[in-house]
């Protein structure tokens, strides 16, 4: 009798210290979750879009809070301390999967250490659900882009100034090589029409122009989907932003 009583204590308190461990790990992943979504994530550079600025590898630190942390993707969003500037370099997201799996996939990445994410695999780089670029245009800038520099008219102006004459961050564009005979009009080439931002649309590139997978490619994006402000890069170096 008293072996089936001291069993029946034991298996007690081994739930109860399970329940213990389960919601310590419920507190800390909910806690991740708002650090990440509102105030602070982290990222690793993937690919050479942003070279030489930040290089294939190196990890950087975004503030969700600057521009206003939204939850996933849906409208509950905090306020931000101002708008996306041009030559903010940013964390743009174009998620549009389920809450559902989006929170899935947060889950993984919480027990992996931001190792593993369920939407792409290495080499599936355009179906990663962040993708860093900089801004260049802001609603009501008209902006056309030749041999690989963007050239802006802002709203109230009649004439384009070259992205460096508006933008005072300095960073350096990293222009293709095209094979000799590539028309202007052919994918790749550097050149693109005039596009006319909307209220609420930004147009994002790359530093490494010879790289298209940025609003050369799928149009100016949302504010919606502007995520976060890089601020600051490190492993390799240490940079601010």
Not at 92 to 107: A, F, G, P
Not at 150 to 161: L, M, P, R, V
Not at 168 to 192: A, C, R, V
């Amino acid at each position: 009798m008293r072996r089936k009583y001291s069993n029946y204590h034991e298996q007690n308190r081994s739930s109860k210290k399970l329940l213990r461990i389960i919601k310590y790990l419920l507190y800390l992943f909910f806690l991740y979750t708002f650090v990440t979504v509102f105030l602070l994530s982290s990222y690793i550079m993937k690919t050479s879009s942003m070279e030489p600025e930040l290089k294939t590898g190196q990890r950087v630190l975004a503030a969700p809070v600057v521009y206003g942390g939204r939850f996933f993707n849906t409208n509950f969003k905090l306020p931000g301390f101002r708008n996306p500037e041009r030559g903010d370099i940013a964390a743009i997201s174009m998620n549009t999967d389920s809450l559902s799996k989006l929170v899935l996939d947060s889950v993984l990445r919480f027990f992996t250490f931001q190792r593993k994410t369920i939407f792409a695999s290495e080499k599936d780089t355009w179906k990663r659900p962040v993708a860093i670029k900089r801004i260049i245009g802001v609603p009501g800038d008209v902006i056309r882009i030749d041999n690989y520099t963007a050239y802006i008219k802002t709203a109230g102006s009649s004439s384009y100034s070259s992205e460096k004459d508006i933008i005072l961050k300095k960073y350096t564009i990293q222009k293709g090589n095209l094979p000799e005979g590539w028309h202007d009009d052919m994918p790749f080439s550097g050149y693109k029409d005039p596009v006319t931002l909307k209220e609420g649309e930004y147009l994002v590139l790359n530093d490494n122009r010879a790289d298209v997978n940025d609003s050369r490619l799928f149009g100016p994006v949302p504010a919606s989907s502007i995520k976060a402000l890089i601020f600051l890069s490190y492993l390799p170096g240490f940079s601010f932003k």
